[in-house]
């Protein structure tokens, strides 16, 4: 007994200092991870400010007809500071960005939205677009407000209008019934529901993470997610080379271009340099 | 011989040192749920100037490794992307020779020696089972019931699957439920979620699709609201223990993020 209590005191301090150590290590190697994404950084940042200064000739010109559809994500803390947003909105116009998507979670920038609207010159509401092709004649950007009572909540309210369907078409005692559950159909109910079911071809996510963060699932069927990095690094020399490097890939499905841009709580601002990300959840 | 017992001795070092690696990543937080989207057979076998079923059957290979990682890890759930109801549209040579090499694999399952029994899988096939023939089906089921007492790990196969097939039906099974009771009964978000053939996991918490592809295809769409997303430019016969490594430490970084962004969508 008395050789049992040290060596059980002595196994306990062993394992606190194996623990330690491996705690130790395990923190040293995220330092190395740390490093290793600053320095990736930093060679982003040279490369951003090069393309913005018109240096890499390739990203100069950017088949813009490729893209038709871009959305932003919005973090709760940031949609609070809209004019980050406006200017997002207006470097995207400046691109020539047809189309873009506000995705916020909580619906901030919904409840925004006119002052969002007045703010950028040559806005206007999706909607009041509908859902036709770009016009040549249109040179502002239509803008669409996302949230996620887009998502699953949508597609609950799509799916009581099959069950109806569905009901009515049972008590007629046919087969119809089945055929109500295509995709065909609850691309029609969700657009009676006021969803706009395009499918984008881009998502460029701004932010520590590289998630899609809820936006509608629906939707993202065939999308490109980009991760741009996390707001206070973000760049306009960036934002181009990822639109160019879409527009120079071949596309599978083709019908619009989503970006969401994630913000981080904390922005850095520059003067001419900032490449946005509102990201909102 | 010689050469033998240096490779087993240099596997046996390369199984401790991967353990130890795995001791120190399990000081921070670890994933629950992992999903594969397994891209890159085909140019594997191209590059490499292999025949065309080459490339999946070294596919499958890398799956094995991969899976042996994961439970060493002590990651619980692991979806895999095997065959999207999309890619149904391929050459036909291609697709029967798919199925061919599932069956095989699939059948493989149910040795006692296999991968399954070994660590204590359970194997789920998710997916529209209906429009694979008759004997995927059968052997998929066959798999299912067999390993349905296991539960070291989940093992989760998405065959003739896409994630709007699988909203689809989950509403379908959800409107179905509701025509036997009243009429005015309504379908809530629960009953979808319910009927969603992955609501036997929880959501997964990374996604690695190799390859470099940075889309989904149509893979978990519905699932993957916080999930962070990895894309190595690795084809998949290629994918290895530093790509994993390098999305768990990712993980482990932005953990605390989405940890709370998944609590404010509670609330």
Redesign the interface.
């Known amino acids: 007994m008395d050789f049992n209590e040290p060596m059980l005191l002595l196994s306990f301090w062993i394992g606190q200092i194996s623990d330690l150590g491996l705690d130790l290590l395990w923190r040293f190697i995220h330092i190395i991870v740390s490093l290793c994404h600053t320095v990736f950084g930093i060679f982003e940042a040279i490369q951003s400010y090069a393309i913005s200064l018109g240096l890499i000739r390739k990203y100069s010109s950017i088949d813009i007809d490729k893209l038709r559809c871009l959305a932003v994500v919005v973090d709760i803390e940031v949609a609070r500071d809209v004019s980050k947003i406006v200017e997002l909105l207006q470097w995207l116009t400046t691109i020539g960005v047809k189309q873009v998507g506000l995705f916020d979670s909580q619906g901030l920038l919904k409840k925004s939205k006119d002052m969002i609207l007045e703010m950028v010159p040559g806005s206007m509401l999706l909607q009041e677009t509908g859902e036709k092709e770009t016009s040549p004649d249109r040179n502002g950007i239509a803008i669409e407000f996302i949230s996620s009572s887009d998502n699953k909540e949508a597609v609950v309210k799509a799916a009581n209008i099959l069950l109806e369907k569905y009901l009515k078409s049972s008590h007629l005692e046919n087969d119809e019934g089945e055929n109500v559950f295509t995709e065909s159909h609850l691309n029609e109910a969700l657009r009676v529901v006021g969803e706009n079911v395009h499918v984008p071809d881009l998502m460029l996510v701004y932010g520590p993470v590289r998630s899609h963060l809820g936006f509608p699932a629906w939707r993202l069927r065939y999308t490109e997610i980009v991760h741009m990095g996390s707001l206070e690094y973000m760049r306009y020399g960036s934002l181009l080379k990822a639109i160019h490097k879409f527009t120079g890939v071949r596309q599978n499905y083709g019908k619009g271009l989503m970006m969401i841009v994630q913000a981080q709580m904390v922005i850095e601002s520059r003067a001419s340099e900032i490449t946005f990300c509102l990201f909102g959840l | 011989m010689g050469g033998g017992g240096v490779s087993q001795l240099l596997e046996q070092i390369h199984m401790l040192s991967r353990r130890c690696l795995f001791?120190?990543?399990s000081?921070?937080p670890l994933p629950i749920h992992l999903a594969f989207i397994m891209d890159g057979n085909r140019r594997f076998a191209k590059k490499r100037g292999l025949e065309d079923g080459s490339g999946h059957k070294a596919g499958f290979s890398a799956l094995m490794t991969m899976l042996q990682y994961c439970y060493e890890l002590g990651v619980k759930y692991v979806t895999i992307y095997a065959f999207s109801i999309d890619n149904f549209r391929r050459k036909p040579e291609e697709v029967q020779s798919l199925m061919d090499l599932m069956l095989v694999k699939i059948k493989s399952l149910l040795d006692k020696e296999s991968i399954v029994h070994q660590y204590g899988i359970r194997v789920y096939f998710i997916g529209n089972l209906g429009l694979l023939n008759k004997q995927v089906r059968a052997a998929a089921e066959e798999v299912m019931k067999a390993t349905a007492e296991n539960s070291r790990v989940v093992l989760l196969v998405c065959v003739a699957y896409?994630?709007?097939d699988e909203?689809?039906?989950a509403?379908?099974r959800?409107?179905a439920d509701?025509?036997v009771e009243r009429?005015r009964e309504?379908?809530?978000?629960v009953d979808?979620e319910e009927n969603m053939q992955m609501s036997v996991a929880p959501e997964p918490d990374i996604l690695i699709r190799s390859s470099g592809e940075?889309?989904?295809?149509?893979f978990l769409?519905?699932q993957?609201?916080?999930?962070?997303?990895?894309s190595p430019d690795a084809l998949w016969p290629e994918i290895g223990l530093r790509h994993l490594v390098w999305a768990i430490?990712?993980f482990?970084?932005?953990h605390s993020?989405?940890e709370k962004?998944k609590k404010?969508?509670q609330l």
């Open positions: 001791r120190v990543l000081m921070g896409n994630s709007t909203i689809l039906q509403v379908k959800s409107c509701k025509d009429e309504r379908v809530r978000l979808i940075t889309r989904l295809s149509n769409l519905w993957t609201g916080h999930c962070q997303l990895f430490l990712n482990q970084r932005s993020y989405l962004k404010k969508k």
